[in-house]
Every structure is written in structure tokens, then in C-alpha cells.
T-cell receptor, first 117, second 110 residues
Framework: EPEVTQTPSHQVTQMGQEVILRCVPI?????FYWYRQILGQKVEFLVS????????KSEIFDDQFSVERPDGSNFTLKIRSTKLEDSAMYFC???????????????FGPGTRLTVL | DAKTTQPPSMDCAEGRAANLPCNHS???????VYWYRQIHSQGPQYIIH???NNETNEMASLIITEDRKSSTLILPHATLRDTAVYYC???????????FGKGTMLLVSP
């Protein structure tokens, strides 16, 4: 069964450093997402991406964050200058449907645990 | 914020049916009810969704009341591996972003 993969599984970085989290969505999917979950808290939406551009973003997704689909398979989340409060589990998700379709089943990856020291 | 209300926790004996309720009294006509679950430290997993008819798949059944203001997710024969946080999410057909609430922590015990 196809699945969303994410690398690395755990990333430790120093405050102020740049990190890139990588995701490989399911191959025929058109919509891509990043969510995060701070330890003990709710899963929060960060950004959605469709047709090579951001389609929606939350207030969390400020100028420190960016996303990119550098090739036909990878989908990345970059945090330019990490802060302590960026420590969280970051989940990538994808789904097949285009806008207007009713099938919104999102497939989530296993997550990357980011620890900022 | 999430447009649904769920109990914070529930217990279920292994092998019995788990019935997880969800209130979504402000749901509008073009909004679907989706259920996801999150097993500890893993990514959320889709379970089932519906608009107004009851739905069943290999994982669960979804019962939606006639007025669509509430629904129940049924796991017919819960196993220990069903221990997870279950999220009920109302989603407009035109949007894809999932808004997670706190969900229901289901503990399945032997």
C-alpha cells in the first residue's frame, strides 16, 4: 500500500539554525500539507500546497517558514531560524482529490520530531 | 477552532463494540463528518467519513443522526491496537484543511 514517507524521523538543532524537513507524498496525489503537533497539544495546520503554490496557510506559518516541491516527488518544509517553540512533531500529509471533489481523505506520514536546543 | 464536541476519554473492553459520540450541532448542509485517529506518536490515520447516510468500511461504521447534529463512530470489535485518540472533524466539501480538536482518548483494555 502506498504511503507518505518523511525524513529524518528525528532532527535536533540549535536555536537560530535552519532546518529542512522532507516528505515524499503518495505519487498520484495533488494536494500536500504540513501540520505540527507540540508535545501534549492538538495537531495544528500549517500550510497546504497545490499546483506548485501555497493554497492556504495558518497564522503559525510566518516568514520563517517556507515550502517547496523541488522535484516531482519531494515536498519540503524549511524553517529559516529555528526557535525553541518550534520544537514539535511535524507531519506531512497528502490527498488525491483536486478542488471541488468530495474525497478528502488525507494520508499522513509518520512525522519528524524536531527538537530545538 | 474545531466545530465538534467529543468526550475527552472513553474505555472499552477488548472484543466489545466501541461507540464514540460526536456533537456537531452547527454543521451546515455541505459539510462532511470525518473521523481520524492518532495512535501514540504516529501520524493521524483516516477512518471514515459521511455526509448524511450511514457509512461502513473495513475499519468502522459511522452513524449520522437524521438532523446531522451528531454522529457516532462504531468500532465493532475493539482490539488493544485500537487504543488511540479519535478525532471527529467537520469539513466543508470545498476545503481540505483539517482542524483537529482534542478528540476522545479511547483506551481498550484486556
Amino acid at each position: 500500500e502506498p504511503e507518505v514517507t518523511q525524513t529524518p524521523s528525528h532532527q535536533v538543532t540549535q536555536m537560530g539554525q535552519e532546518v529542512i524537513l522532507r516528505c515524499v507524498p503518495i505519487s498520484n496525489h495533488l494536494y500536500f500539507y504540513w501540520y505540527r503537533q507540540i508535545l501534549g497539544q492538538k495537531v495544528e495546520f500549517l500550510v497546504s500546497f497545490y499546483n506548485n503554490e501555497i493554497s492556504e496557510k495558518s497564522e503559525i506559518f510566518d516568514d520563517q517558514f517556507s515550502v517547496e516541491r523541488p522535484d516531482g516527488s519531494n515536498f519540503t518544509l524549511k524553517i529559516r531560524s529555528t526557535k525553541l517553540e518550534d520544537s514539535a512533531m511535524y507531519f506531512c500529509a497528502s490527498h488525491q482529490g483536486a478542488p471541488g471533489t468530495t474525497e478528502k481523505e488525507q494520508f499522513f506520514g509518520p512525522g519528524t520530531r524536531l527538537t530545538v536546543l | 477552532d474545531a466545530k465538534t464536541t467529543q468526550p475527552p476519554s472513553m474505555d472499552c473492553a477488548e472484543g466489545r463494540a466501541a461507540n464514540l459520540p460526536c456533537n456537531h450541532s452547527t454543521i451546515s448542509g455541505n459539510e462532511y463528518v470525518y473521523w481520524y485517529r492518532q495512535i501514540h506518536s504516529q501520524g493521524p490515520q483516516y477512518i471514515i467519513h459521511g455526509l448524511k447516510n450511514n457509512e461502513t468500511n473495513e475499519m468502522a461504521s459511522l452513524i449520522i443522526t437524521e438532523d446531522r447534529k451528531s454522529s457516532t463512530l462504531i468500532l465493532p470489535h475493539a482490539t488493544l491496537r485500537d487504543t488511540a485518540v479519535y478525532y471527529c472533524i467537520v469539513l466543508n466539501s470545498g476545503y481540505s484543511t483539517l482542524t483537529f480538536g482534542k478528540g476522545t482518548m479511547l483506551l481498550v483494555s484486556p
